[in-house]
């Protein structure tokens, strides 16, 4: 029986979590559930998993969720504070899927305390990869991606020497835009861009994922995840979203993980690594199957890709102030205040006006963060 600590369990990837766990009603455990705010799903799930700590992060919605489920055995805490000891409970796999840099700190924590992470959350490594991955080499932890991507590269390595890498090839599907031009993007809705062909996310990472923002963040994580340097990491475009991305090896084999656009299997994976188990879900049938294309993407149309990788070379503070910049970009996207070609100027704004921070710690980290939040709000 493996207990888990769900950080971001009424989000997107929490919830098909708990599909893992009530498929797995004799393997897996709940212990703890942590949200933002969320209250009516956070009682759900108290009721239904009965874990022994409960977190939302919003200190009102905490103190109604206490009243709410004081018949229950569980604790409801609320803040960072309240995050944190979610993460640090009596677990063996920390799942981190809050989204934002809120979920920085937690991570860290079960790290610390000798959990293995199950992380979806790419703020974690896109800000503080340096730290994160010294601190669980320090702490013998494993880091258990789930991004289908990452998860695809990690399925990719297994059993294969780290200097027989020669590439790590990233997939993108390219969103709901990939074959539009400058000019055709100047007029895109929210509604439209929230329409991807391929996968159900949450609207913040499905604008992301139109922007090609998404896929930037994913190289960045890659390098820390898969100890490779950016020279090694290629992005290609494909439409179809099977291929979910590779490894290209020196003596030129490519070796690829294959799937219908279904995040359940990279959830399940990762719980159950290095274990593979039955898994309820559609298959690929390779006989449908009429094509898999590849292109390079487009950086002078998506220019959040290209403004991505300048952050990633710059290092340090870089990719932090890319981040946040990037999230207030899109919450005035979604808001309507800007619009959608505006969402890049936003973010080389506020990359040009930062002054770099070479080997940044957390609380610098956090600080550069809310400076660059500010600075655009």
Sequence with gaps: MKKLSI???????????????????????????????????TEEQIRKYRPKIAALYDEDAAKELKVRVKDTGT??????????????????????????MIGITPALAAIRAGHDIALANKETLVTAGHIITKEAEK???????????????????????????????LTASGGPFRNKKPEELENMTAAEALKHPNWDMGPKVT?????????????????????????????????????????????????????????HLPIQYALFYPERKYLNMERLDLFKIRELTFFPPDLKTFRGLELALKAA?????????????????????????IRYPEI?????????????IDDPGIEEILECEKETRESIG
């Design 7 to 41: 950080l971001g369990s009424t989000g997107s990837i929490g919830t098909q979590t708990m599909d893992i766990v009530d498929a797995n009603p004799s393997l897996l455990t709940v212990e703890a559930v942590a949200a933002n705010k969320n209250v009516e799903k």
């Design 75 to 100: 604790r409801v805490l609320s803040g960072m504070d309240g995050i944190t000891e979610a993460a640090v409970c009596d677990a063996d796999i920390t799942v981190c899927a809050m989204v934002g």
């Design 139 to 169: 702490n013998n932890v494993r880091i258990l991606p789930v991004d289908s991507e990452h998860s695809a590269i990690f399925q990719s390595l297994n059993g294969e020497e780290h200097d027989a890498v020669e590439k790590i090839l």
């Design 207 to 263: 604008i992301d994922s139109s922007t090609l923002v998404n896929k930037g963040l994913e190289v960045m994580e890659a390098r820390w995840l898969f100890d490779v340097s950016y020279d090694d990491i290629e992005v290609l475009v494909h439409p179809q979203s099977i291929v979910h991305s590779a490894v290209q090896y020196k003596d030129g084999a490519v070796i690829a993980e294959l799937g219908v656009p279904d995040m």
């Design 313 to 337: 070379r710059k290092g340090g503070s870089m990719p932090t102030v890319f981040n946040a910049a990037n999230e207030e970009a899109v919450k005035k996207f979604l808001k309507g205040e």
């Design 344 to 356: 890049a100027i936003v973010i080389e704004k506020a990359m040009d006006e930062h002054r770099l």
